[in-house]
């Protein structure tokens, strides 16, 4: 230690060299404090922007007005549901309903699957169940059923394939049906 203090003293081009060492880092360091004050200017004037969004939000007199709208929207949308007392007769009604509009659509060999009814984690109130269609192939039958199955009930489409395997060509329709839970449940 002793001799890294004489060599300080007696080395003129040392000192200058920790100098500039020592300034270097000073540097460094201030641009990283600068850095960081930017970063945090930035993210306090995003944050002032939103609470001011918010604040004209707030101050908006039109709030009933557009809960009124919402709840009636609501009750429309809510009216669209199947309805059913139990999983049992959920699967059972889209099972009746879809031997119906497979023979309304006048399907040759067709096959409807209704998988079991599921709660939903997202919505609690409602079930889903899934189902498929499949049967011969004609342009005239699919027309058909698709025309049933969108102006009758409230069924969501998931797909439609047709493929052509085997004797004749077929096609498999799968649907979404929504269910909601009787208010007991």
């Known amino acids: 230690m002793n001799t890294l203090l004489k060599e300080l003293q007696n080395n003129r081009r040392l000192r200058l060299g920790l100098w500039l060492i020592i300034g270097i880092l000073a ?3 201030l641009m990283l404090l600068d850095e960081q004050r930017q970063a945090l200017s930035k993210d ?3 944050r002032l922007e939103r ?4 604040q004209s939000l707030v101050n908006q007199k039109q709030w009933s007005a557009r809960m009124q709208g919402i709840s009636q929207l609501k009750v429309l949308f809510e009216e669209k549901f199947w309805r059913a007392n139990s999983k049992g007769l959920a699967e059972a009604d889209v099972k009746s309903w879809l031997d119906l509009k497979t023979q309304h659509a006048r399907l040759t060999n067709a096959r409807v699957n209704v998988e ?3 709660d939903l984690a997202k919505l609690p109130q ?3 169940i899934n189902a498929e269609i499949q049967a011969d192939f004609t342009p005239q039958a699919i027309q058909e059923l698709l025309f049933y199955l969108y102006f009758d009930k ?3 489409l998931e797909r439609v394939n047709a493929s052509n395997r085997g004797t004749k060509p077929r ?3 799968q649907v979404r049906v929504y269910f909601q839970k009787p208010q007991n449940l």
């Open 171 to 173: 096609f498999t329709v």
């Open 154 to 156: 409230w069924v969501v």
């Open 27 to 29: 540097a460094y360091g």
């Open 51 to 54: 609470l001011a969004h918010l």
């Open 126 to 128: 409602l079930w889903m």
């Open 44 to 46: 306090f004037q995003t």
């Open 116 to 118: 079991n009814a599921v």
